[in-house]
């Protein structure tokens, strides 16, 4: 995502590296190749000269700071822009109701029902939500079904009525029961339809009316680049939606539709879609994508991801056992498990400041763990537990058993075992000791550490 954009901006900025002062003529030069880059990555003419424009504004007013070179204070002003580009700030959702009525819109084959099954499912996680999903799509052949396995994977209730293709009634029907049965969020899926399409316009946009929803979302595969922009207001202009989901953002996507639909709608960017998995969805945080597509990284929304998939009170048991170096091949098959349930790993590491440029030429495979895995589940339940008995011969048989070589398992037990000694050094330092070691540290450096 954004991986060329980030390349050709960082290029853009080179104009001004070795330059001494911000001029009009390095400026003019730097912003030329800032907008060529925005539109190769598909933004809006429009939105790409009024960004430009306004970028070479504030440079001019600036004055640059002995400490900053003119380059730093450009990539500082382009950011701003961005974040301010893509909205300034995440917008949440009007849930107050009970129950709050979602409703999804969309075009045919923009992810619009899986969106509503990853909407649903991080409601019920994050937010302790009861969803009941609606299927409103009464046109498309196995569209109910579609729906009903896609409730079920996330663990949510679905209504249904087989045969009856009045919409509104269906959805009034479902949210009367949502009432009496105590779900407090109501997520309306629609049938996917074209803006040129009167007849279907006029279906969704009566729905809504009836309905009233709390909000209604409009989602776009952002893959289509400035033609999803174009939808996305044709359907502003008809529905007047709340705000705008992205979905295959993970994609090759160039990411002009996010650079662009919030100056062209008006309408915030909520949420996207960033994988396959039912859990691939991020609110969307206009400040955190500046970052990366600046090539900044993206710490916050890792320790978040993070976060979801760590139990504190696991946490502590396995520090409990770190510090007993009790650390076993159970306990690291089960840090695996929860780092795969975080999402795309090249994703995952783009969010280290620094690692997505090293990273963009490497091919990451999401199945890089399958081995390590083979290797431990052919071990032994005693052997998981206690590595240290694992000689020639058990190596030999383990190997046989997860289908790699002698010297692949001896490089995993290799690994563990460093990975156990550093995590027990680690878990084993009190405050004085972590100290000594920042002071160590700041004598290397030479300079001061932030308290």
């Known amino acids: 995502m954004f991986e060329n954009l980030s390349e050709r901006l960082e290029r853009s900025f080179k104009i001004l590296k070795g330059e001494g002062k911000i001029t009009e003529i390095n400026v003019a030069e730097t912003l030329k190749d800032v907008r060529r880059a925005l539109l190769d990555a598909d933004v809006n003419y ?97 569209a109910i079904e579609q729906l009903k396995v896609v409730a079920e994977t996330v663990g949510v209730d679905v209504y249904t009525e087989d045969g009856n293709k009045n919409v509104v009634e269906i959805a009034q029907h479902a949210i009367r029961k949502a009432k009496t049965e105590d779900y407090n969020v109501v997520i309306v899926d629609t049938a996917g339809r074209l803006a040129v399409d009167e007849e279907m316009m006029n279906e969704i946009s009566n729905l809504k009316q009836a309905i009233n929803p709390d909000e209604t979302l409009f989602v776009v595969d952002s893959m289509t680049g400035q033609d999803a922009v174009n939808t996305a207001k044709e359907f502003n202009d008809r529905l007047d939606f709340d705000g705008v989901v992205l979905t295959k953002l993970d994609g090759d996507t160039r990411g002009g539709a996010a650079l662009s639909i919030r100056t062209v709608v008006t309408k915030p960017i909520k949420f996207v879609g960033t994988g396959e998995k039912m859990d691939a969805i991020d609110v969307f945080h206009p400040e955190r994508m500046a970052d990366r597509i600046l090539g900044m990284g993206d710490v916050v929304s890792l320790v978040e991801r993070a976060q979801m998939q760590f139990d504190e009170k696991q946490a502590k048991e396995l520090e409990k056992k770190i510090r007993k170096n009790k650390f076993d091949f159970n306990d690291f098959m089960s840090q695996i498990q929860q780092i795969k349930k975080m999402g795309n790993i090249k994703d995952l590491a783009s969010m280290i400041p620094g690692v997505s440029k090293a990273l963009k030429d490497v091919d990451i495979d999401d199945n890089a763990f399958k081995g390590i895995e083979a290797i431990i589940n052919s071990m032994t339940p005693k052997e998981r537990q206690n590595p240290d008995i694992i000689n020639q011969s058990r190596k030999l048989r383990i190997a046989r058993g997860s289908g790699t070589k ?9 690994q563990f075992d460093q990975t156990r000694k550093m995590m027990k050094m680690v878990s084993g330092m009190d405050r004085g000791r972590m100290a000594q070691m920042a002071a160590a540290m700041k004598q290397m450096k030479g300079g001061a550490l932030p308290k």
């Open 46 to 142: 429009k939105v790409a000269k009024q960004f430009t424009d306004t970028v070479k504004q504030k440079a001019m007013g600036m004055n640059v700071l002995t400490a900053i070179k003119p380059s730093q204070l450009m990539v500082k002003i382009v950011h701003d822009e961005l974040t301010e580009l893509m909205g300034g700030k995440a917008v949440g959702m009007n849930l107050e109701n009970r129950p709050a009525v979602i409703l999804m819109s969309g075009l045919q084959g923009s992810g619009k029902t899986t969106f509503t099954g990853k909407l649903a499912k991080m409601l019920k996680d994050r937010q302790h939500k009861k969803p009941l999903l609606v299927a409103c799509d009464v046109y498309r052949p196995a």
């Open 406 to 414: 002698l010297e692949d398992v001896n490089r995993l037990l290799k």
